[in-house]
């Protein structure tokens, strides 16, 4: 059996509890430690998720040559200076989404890799996620014919507590759409026809002036497909929905429609033949252990990932036209 692959995350917060948890299913071949500036807190998320190792920082597991990847899981505005760091000693990387602030860190990034040989992939887990990929497959096999309209929704009433990072838009990069709405722009980007870039335009309704969530929490983004299809994505944090989550989304064709659960639990497709009613994939349904897979065996093979820099780069020009048209700065700083 081959060695397994190494990670140390660099941060342990809520999205490395995610990552862990689905990472017990990937045992031996992934194997984890937790580096942190609080040394109990990486010691206890080490227990927890029943890791290798403890870091006291960020830079003990970046030196440590035990180490073969780092996961970059802090806030946004870090992240350009670990993933830099991590490169400069070798060490491949998963920079978690939004990756960089702008166009200009994606460059330096790509610099810094390609100097480096390494694999950086960008943590798009929505890209893996059985929806996105059996979407993809829908479309190229024809099922609704050319695609004509495409309508994204993604609304629930998730606010952020006072204390949240989040509600720092120097810590985050922005609002809630680039923190958050980028995950959703990948997916409508990613069905196979592409976004033209020059016809995005974002709508940004104002923010609400009380509560202790205080970021801009809503956008709407219409946009055009290289083969001549339009669509629109409706996003928002501060609107209720059924069940506190669910809500559908469609793609129209024209030869039929599909209609699917935005969060990925099901799908109706109605085209040529018979309607057929699938349940995309349940137990990844989020995508985070297909795309350790595919971050185990770009490293393995020295490849590229699916979603390489290159293709999360493709992502920040359509956010940072988003908010050029919506009147904002995509990436607010202090």
């Known amino acids: 059996m081959p060695d397994p692959l190494r990670l140390a995350f660099l941060g342990c917060g809520f999205i490395t509890a995610v990552h862990s948890r689905n990472l017990q299913r990937l045992r031996p071949q992934i194997v984890c430690s937790y580096a942190s500036r609080d040394a109990a807190r990486a010691a206890e998320y080490c227990r927890t998720h029943r890791g290798i190792g403890s870091f006291a920082d960020y830079d003990q597991a970046i030196e440590d040559p035990a180490v073969d990847a780092v996961v970059v899981a802090v806030p946004p505005k870090f992240h350009l200076g670990l993933t830099l760091r991590a490169l400069a000693k070798g060490k491949h990387v998963l920079v978690e989404k939004p990756a960089f602030l702008n166009l200009d860190d994606y460059g330096t990034v790509l610099a810094a890799r390609d100097r480096a040989r390494r694999v950086v992939l960008v943590g798009e887990n929505d890209h893996y996620k059985p929806l996105a990929v059996t979407l993809r497959r829908l479309l190229a096999e024809g099922a609704i014919g050319e695609l004509v309209f495409g309508h994204f929704t993604t609304i629930v009433k998730r606010l952020k507590a006072s204390d949240d990072w989040r509600n720092d838009e120097a810590m985050a990069g922005g609002d809630a759409f680039f923190e958050e709405g980028i995950h959703w722009l990948h997916l409508a980007g990613s069905l196979g026809p592409r976004i033209v870039p020059s016809s995005v335009r974002g709508y940004r309704p104002?923010?609400?002036?009380?509560?202790?969530?205080?970021?801009?929490?809503?956008?709407?983004?219409?946009?055009?497909?290289?083969?001549?299809?339009?669509?629109?994505?409706?996003?928002?944090?501060?609107?209720?929905?059924?069940?506190?989550g669910a809500r559908l989304s469609k793609l129209f064709g024209r030869d039929g429609i599909i209609t699917f659960e935005s969060n990925g639990s099901l799908l109706l497709a109605r085209g040529r033949g018979w309607p057929r009613l699938l349940v995309p994939g349940l137990r990844d349904i989020r995508g985070y252990q297909a795309m350790y897979r595919d971050f185990h065996r770009a490293i393995s093979a020295g490849r590229a990932p699916e979603m390489s820099l290159e293709r999360a780069r493709d992502d920040q020009e359509l956010m940072e036209r988003v908010y050029a048209t919506a009147g904002g700065d995509v990436a607010r700083r202090a």
């Open 206 to 244: 104002p923010a609400s002036p009380g509560g202790p969530d205080r970021r801009s929490k809503s956008m709407m983004v219409a946009f055009q497909y290289d083969n001549g299809a339009a669509a629109a994505l409706y996003y928002s944090r501060e609107i209720p929905s059924l069940l506190k």
